[in-house]
């Protein structure tokens, strides 16, 4: 993958670039345009393949057959890249030009999809880390790069970021991956207890201590030790762990026998470190310790465009863990994705967790969600039943809950369907017959209209007794001609 091939037909050219290139320390294969195949097929891939513009045809099928390789075409000027052509060098060819079309093809290898097993692994590895924005690719590169070495990692970012999300995917893809993970947080812990807590302590060496100890740094030998909120550790636990990482080793509270220390530290903060070092708050020396490769995990409100995925992903875990689900309408995600997310993934899982409990395995509006995640129009839907319906419902709520009980007299003396007729509303049919949709509909006008009295015609008041919308009662007042001046 270190070597680039010249197909050229043109010897003062391959040798020009050859020269150039070998000057730059690249080593080279040169090759004519008649063994170009041969040599792609066997060799392949290569850093970088440069052709010559004029080859026509040939060129045409050395780019179609190697998709994953990247060409760069030489003596063209004005010529269009795309594809896995990546640039076009003018000559004569100088140092910028090719240094820069160089670090195209660097690129187009680091970020081409990768295929087989390797993408199931990386899933896997990247949990959490859902998502195509840029800030998530750059991240994920970031933890491939910095992984396999035992450099110590500082990762910063907002709360609910993901920050020990990064650090366990640095330990699991570096060479430590069958160590223990030790995650410590330093802000949970109070700073008498702090040193104790890292370095452990010996038999007696303060009040309580009635056994030794072992500490963090010593549970996580051979593994990555995690020291979240850094930030919040104080001034004289610093300068130990400075000297811990210089020296790496340690001496546990109450002890006298240095104790030699093999692990990577992996530190994070959501603080301005830089500005703690100048209010004198963190120590700098510290800091360039720690800051060997800085990771940014970005907010969720810069990366909006992973919300829905972060969805499906966060939805699928509590399919498989409590076999709930829930779906979510276009608009919902479109009012999710223009939400500030100040708790970032955090604030995102424990939305979705209630929506769960709140709407288990329905589908979830703008209108269902939250008000303050409410940034677009909801669906003002307001169901409108057939007078079918109504009337069935309305014969159901006054005939079809008596019961045995109801025929018993009350406090009154009177039962609950003598308490009826007494109103002139009687439950037995007339031998003639009746004619039932008018005689409900009196009753319907009857009951609406002492509704209405009763609540001084304030026809809010007046559907909320009679179980109704307001927007219902007021289409059967226009439906019967009823109105405030008809009394």
Same mark, same amino acid.
């Given at each position: ?60 099928? /050395? ?109 699991? /893809? ?8 030790? *995650? ?126 972060? /969805? ?45 409990? /709140?709407? *288990? ?8 969600? *939250? ?117």
């Amino acid at each position: 993958m270190s070597k680039i091939l010249i197909i050229s037909g043109l010897e003062a050219r391959r040798i020009s670039l050859q020269t150039v290139l070998t000057f730059m320390g690249e080593h080279c294969d040169c090759v004519a345009p008649d063994q170009a195949f041969d040599y792609l097929a066997k060799q392949g891939p290569y850093a970088c393949v440069l052709l010559d513009a004029d080859s026509g045809e040939l060129n045409d099928k /050395l780019l179609q057959l190697h998709p994953a390789q990247p060409f760069i075409m030489v003596g063209a000027d004005g010529m269009e890249h795309q594809g896995n052509l990546v640039g076009v060098l003018p000559e004569p060819v100088t140092y910028p030009q090719l240094t820069q079309m160089l670090h195209r093809c660097q690129e187009y290898l680091q970020r081409r999809p990768s295929q087989g097993g390797a993408v199931q692994n990386k899933t896997k590895l990247f949990r959490s880390l859902i998502g195509k924005s840029s800030g998530v690719q750059l991240v994920r590169h970031m933890i491939e790069q910095v992984a396999p070495t035992d450099a110590n990692v500082l990762v910063l970012g907002e709360s609910g970021t993901g920050k020990e999300v990064v650090a366990r995917n640095v330990h699991y /893809l570096s060479n430590r991956r069958e160590g223990p993970f030790i *995650p410590v947080n330093c802000g949970a812990i109070p700073g008498e207890l702090l040193e104790s807590e890292l370095f452990g302590h010996e038999k007696g060496a303060f009040t309580g201590a009635v056994n030794s100890r072992k500490g963090r740094f010593e549970l996580a030998e051979g593994g990555t030790l995690f020291l979240d909120e850094i930030g919040d550790m104080p001034l004289q636990m610093q300068v130990k762990l400075l000297r811990v990482l210089q020296e790496r080793s340690y001496e546990r509270v109450g002890g006298t026998k240095p104790i030699q220390c093999d692990v990577r530290v992996i530190a994070a903060t959501h603080r301005d470190l830089e500005n703690m070092i100048t209010d004198g708050k963190f120590r700098e020396d510290l800091y360039y310790r720690l800051n060997v490769f800085p990771i940014e995990s970005p907010p969720l409100r810069e990366r909006k465009e992973d919300i829905p995925l972060l /969805l499906q992903e966060l939805v699928s875990r509590a399919l498989s863990e409590s076999g709930r689900s829930i779906k979510f309408t276009e608009g919902a995600l479109k009012s999710l994705m223009e939400h500030h997310w100040a708790g970032n993934v955090r604030e995102l899982s424990n939305l979705v967790e209630r929506l769960l409990i /709140l709407y *288990p395995d329905k589908v979830v509006d703008v209108s269902d969600l *939250p008000h303050k995640y409410q940034h677009h129009q909801a669906d003002d839907y307001q169901p409108e039943y057939p007078e079918e319906l109504l009337e069935r419902e309305a014969i159901n709520a006054l005939f079809g809950d008596f019961t045995e009980e109801d025929d018993e007299p009350d406090d009154t003396g009177f039962s609950q369907a003598e308490d009826l007729e007494a109103g002139g509303q009687s439950q037995a049919l007339p031998e003639q017959g009746l004619n039932l949709k008018e005689y409900l509909a009196e009753l319907e006008v009857s009951l609406i209209t002492q509704a209405l009295e009763q609540q001084e015609w304030v026809v809010a008041r007046a559907a909320e007794v009679l179980g109704m919308r307001r927007t219902t009662l007021v289409e059967k007042m226009r439906k019967y001609g009823m109105s405030k001046g008809d009394e």
